[in-house]
Structure formats: C-alpha cells, structure tokens
C-alpha cells in the first residue's frame, strides 16, 4: 500500500515538474538578462563613483599638472599606499651637462640712481713702496635694487582771474582741462592704480583702503567703487573701439566662467565671456547675467569666421550659420581621457590616447615657425592620416565600453565633434586647441578668490571694461599702469579718429 501510493506521488510529482518545465525557463531566462542588465548599470555606477572619488582626491591632495606620471596614479595621495620601488638596475650611466655660470642681469638703465662715491682715506692713498701719491686709474661699480615705498601727491591747479577795474566787467579764467570724472578728485594716475591693483594684482577695494590709511589717506570703499565705476564710464567709448577691432579678426577664441553677481540678498551665477582675436592680440570681455545662449550670438552678430571654442551648447545656434564655423580645442578632449587615467592604478586604453594626442601636439609645436600654407601641408601630409587612425580606434572601441563610464564619455566626446576637433586641417592658422581663451580667463578666477562677486550689473560691467584694456596690453608685453595712465589723461579731448593711437596693440608712451 505504502508502494503504491509513493508511485502515485512521484508520477503526480513528475506531471507538475513536465508542465511548469517550459515556464520556469523562460522566466529564468528573463531574469537572467535583467540581472546582466542590473549588473551593468551597477558596474557603470561603481566606475563613475570610484572616478569621482578619485578626482576629488587629486584635487584635495595631488598635483594640478596634466601631466601622467611613472609612478602610480594613486601614491603620494593620503591614505593611499604608494607600491614599493623597482631596485634600479646594478649599472647606469649618467650624463651630466656642465653647469653654467651663474650671470647677473644688469639692472634696468632707466631706474634713478643715487650715487654714494667711496674714496680712500688720504693717509692710504700714498704708495706704500716708494711713498709716492698714488693716481686714480678707474672705478669699480656695484649696484643693488632698492624699494621705495610708493608716494601719493597732489595735483594742485592754480587759474589766475582776470578782471577789468575800469568798468567790473566779465571775470575772464583759463578752463580747467578735460578730466575723466567730472568734479571728481581722482588724477588719471590714481584712476589707473585703483584699476590696476583690482583687476591685474587682485587687490579688493578694502585691501587698497587699508593700504590708503598707512599713507594717513582716509577714502571710504565706496569712493573707490565710484572711481572703478567712473572709469569705466570714461573708457567705454575706446572699448567700443576695441570690441570692433577684436571682430575685424575671422579667427577668434571663446570662453566664459562663473562670476558670482550680488542680487538682493543672495549671490547668483553671472558669467564673464572673453573674445580674442590672436592675430592682433586683443581681448575683449563681455559681463551677463546668465550662460543663456543669446550673448555670444548678439555679441557675435554680423561676424563670420572661424570660432574657437569649448563644446557648450549655447553655441550651437552660432553654429547653425554656415558663416560661422567651429573649431574644437582638443585640449579639452584630452582632459577627459587625462582624469581617466589619472584615476586608473593601471595602463588602459586611456593611456593609449594620451600618448596618441600627445604625439599630435609635439608634430604641430614643430612647425609653430611655418608659414600658415606650409603648415597646412604638413598637417595633411603627417596628422590627417594619425586622426584618421584614431577614429578607428574609437570605433573599435566605444561598443565595448559601458555608456556611462567615464572613459565611454572621454570616447564619445571625441566622436560627437569629430568635425570641429579636425577643422584646423582646414587653415594652417587655426591651433589645437583654446588654450589663448583659458588664459585670458585666469585672471577672473584668481580676481573673484579674492574680491569675491561683482556688487552690481554696472559693477560686472565696469570689470569687463579694464580686463579688456588690461589683459590686452599684457598680451603686447606693455605696462598696463602706463597705458591706462596716459590714456585716462588724453581720451577726455580726444576726437573719433584718435581713438586708433590709443589701442593696446599701437599706443606709443608720449
């Protein structure tokens, strides 16, 4: 009985296992794909979180340079343990170049020069063999660099009046001469100290202030804000000059950066944009309240030419002109392939396109000297066919890599603007990347560490205004004091066709 109903069991057993067979595998099956798919995503996620610790750490405690090292990427990073040395090897042979005899730069023949003469007493200048007077053959000159503390004066104009006693007719005065602030006290060379020390040291008006007071000159913060201001308002007939001197230009440089914009009682995101023009060298920057993308097209209005420029999409209307055409900075490109593997305890397919675009960069730096048709040349004899190689070499590889990782976005930037970062095979003039615009924006961001936001719309403005006139002259290698001192003393009277002498790139010292 006990037999009979196990054999019973067993084939009621068997019935169930035949008829839900089929099910059960097809749900294994769609499990199965959805934990592979799972387990992609959780995989993509864990490398970009391991990427994002470790760019956090490198920007905590590592270095800044973009430069890979031998060594690993992590060692030499807090609490992270560095692998022990490779022994070096029993023999080497060093060479080791001669080193050069330390020369002293003569110092600067314009400096003034107080002269101290130290002559012998007249008991040595007697011969100590023959007792005879001793006659001077020569001098030996020795200088050494002093420090002035600087001198604040005062401009003090005196007008006589003239008046007739015959008949106390009208008082007859010379007219004052035109003056960048009206009625202000401000010479044009304090004007030009305050612009200087804000926006080229980045000294904040409340550093200047203190400075001012060990002088026993008492001017309140917002006499100096009103002078920035005034100035401005001085210069913006010339930086309207400027601006169309930039656009004259059919290659320019772009880039922006965050300025933070004192609104109510918050402080909002407003943006500094620069525009170069790197065949005059001249900068011009422009101050907004937002990224939005009109700025750049209104500033832009009417212009055609090359536009060097990171891949924001504020400027794709720009680009949708065919007028205007985009060149890709590949700097930017290898920046990402770069913080990938910065990231990797091992060598990768990152390493692999570092060295690949590194070898682009040294080919070009070689014929920095030709002229641009000769470059162009060598660019599509020796680069063309390497480019060529490497979007191969991202084809083959992006399908393989998870869509979300850090190296897949690195690939897949490359590709999505393999047209912009190949335009300079067009125009021998054109260079590899925006690093002229990336320059011209460190001084914002070392300013805004230490003067903190603009206060206002016209204060953003007023920055804008002497950053251009600032930046522009240190791209010629000229004074910025000088310049902004004589040209806040001559722009007052001068007339239309005068403003071409005071452009940074042709403005002579008087």
């Not at 040294?362 to 190689?389: C, F, V």
């Amino acid at each position: 009985m006990t037999a009979i109903r196990c054999i019973i069991c067993y084939g009621f057993v068997m019935i169930v296992v035949v008829f839900f067979a089929p099910m059960d595998a097809a749900a294994a099956l769609s499990e199965n794909q959805h934990l592979k798919a799972e387990n992609a995503a959780l995989r993509a996620n864990v490398e970009a979180l391991s990427f994002q610790l470790a760019q956090l750490k490198r920007l905590i405690f590592g270095a800044r340079s973009e430069q890979l090292q031998s060594r690993d990427a992590h060692s030499g990073l807090l609490f992270e343990v560095a692998a022990p040395p490779a022994p070096p090897p029993a023999t080497r042979t060093i060479v080791v170049a001669p080193k050069a005899a330390p020369r002293r730069e003569k110092l600067p023949a314009h400096l003034p020069r107080e002269i101290e003469i130290l002559d012998l007493p007249l008991e040595r200048k007697d011969c100590p063999c023959c007792g005879a007077e001793r006659h001077a053959i020569g001098e030996m000159v020795s200088e050494k660099l002093d420090y002035a503390p600087a001198m604040l004066k005062v401009l003090q104009t005196r007008r006589p009046k003239y008046a007739c006693r015959a008949c106390d007719g009208e008082i007859a005065v010379a007219p004052l001469p035109a003056s960048p602030i009206e009625q202000g006290m401000a010479a044009p060379g304090m004007l030009a100290h305050v612009l200087v020390s804000k926006f080229a040291d980045h000294l904040p008006l409340n550093r200047q202030e203190a400075i001012l007071r060990r002088h026993d000159i008492e001017l309140p913060r917002s006499t100096l804000c009103d002078w920035v201001l005034g100035s401005a308002t001085a210069l913006t007939p010339l930086y309207e000059h400027l601006v169309g001197k930039v656009l004259e230009s059919d290659i320019l440089h772009s880039d922006d950066t965050v300025v933070p914009l004192q609104h109510q009682d918050q402080c909002v995101k407003a943006r500094d944009w620069v525009y170069l023009n790197p065949i005059a060298s001249l900068a011009a920057y422009q101050f907004t309240e937002s990224r939005a993308g009109l700025h750049p097209q209104s500033f832009l209005a009417g212009w055609a030419g090359y536009l060097v420029a990171d891949a924001y999409a504020g400027y794709d209307r720009l680009f949708a002109n065919p007028r205007i055409r985009e060149v890709g900075c590949w700097a930017h490109a290898r920046r990402k392939f770069f913080e990938v593997a910065k990231a990797s305890s091992k060598r990768g397919l990152a390493h692999e396109a570092l060295e690949r675009i590194g070898e682009w960069f040294h080919l070009d730096n070689a014929w920095k000297e030709l002229d641009p048709d000769a470059r162009r040349g060598q660019r599509l004899a020796e680069l063309q066919p390497r480019l060529d190689g490497f979007r191969q070499w991202l084809e083959a590889h992006l399908p393989s890599l998870l869509p979300k990782s850090p190296l897949a976005q690195a690939c897949g930037y490359c590709a999505n603007h393999w047209g912009a970062l190949t335009r300079h095979l067009e125009d021998g003039r054109l260079p590899l990347t925006n690093k002229a615009a990336e320059r011209a924006m460190r001084p914002i961001a070392l300013g805004r560490n230490n003067w903190l936001f603009a206060g206002s719309v016209r204060g953003g403005q007023a920055a804008a205004i002497a950053l251009s006139f600032i930046e522009s002259c240190k791209l010629h290698q000229k004074n910025p004091y000088a310049y902004l001192c004589d040209v806040l003393t001559r722009l007052p009277s001068a007339r239309a066709k005068d403003l071409d002498a005071l452009l940074p790139h042709l403005w002579q010292p008087a």
